[in-house]
């Protein structure tokens, strides 16, 4: 592993397993962030039946409940911190977790019909790398859905500047990549995926875009 790469697991596995789960519980700003991008993500996942797979899934709070709350038949995460997958499969065991290196997936090509990112890409010093490995593993026709910051929102500029300086300290120098929706649907349709939906909202600071394997 190159030393930026290492650099950046550093950084990863320095968020505790359990942020997502404690966070929603006793910080009200973090809990309405959440609960959007849990809403949002849902209404663009319901009525898919297909097996879907979501990387960086973390201690599996948001995978959990947005596989719920979605009614998936069948719901696989993976992130490269051990301590993540396993308080995620100690604590929210309706998905299944496995340790995996984004780049190198351990699935048989077309493995699964949809696949998830979820505020992943902006930590990724090559997300083409990554989307090139996930279109691998989508079947014919298979979906992917993302959902990155809108860096061209000055909004969540000056949020995420603030943020990092205090209780989100521990995401500090954890974005490498700054999306628009002009570079996003640039990347996809680089790596073979057709964009086909847009949602942009908390006042335009995330983007959500579901494309499609082509």
Known sequence: MDESRKKLR???DEVPPDYYDRSMKTNLFQWFWHTRRISTLTKLLRGEKARMLDIGSGGGTLLDRISKKA???F?????ASFGAIKYAASHHKGPRYLCADFYELPFKDSTFGYVTAIEVLEHLEKPENALKELKRVLQ???KILI???NEKNLLFRVIWYFWTKGKGKVWKEAH???FTKESLGA???STGFKPVEWKMFLLGMLMAVKAEKE
């Open 71 to 73: 009614g998936l038949n």
């Open 75 to 79: 719901s696989a995460g993976v992130d």
């Open 140 to 142: 014919k026709n298979g």
């Open 187 to 189: 990347l996809l349709s």
């Open 147 to 149: 959902l990155v910051p």
């Open 10 to 12: 550093d950084i990863h």
């Open 176 to 178: 490498v990549q700054q």
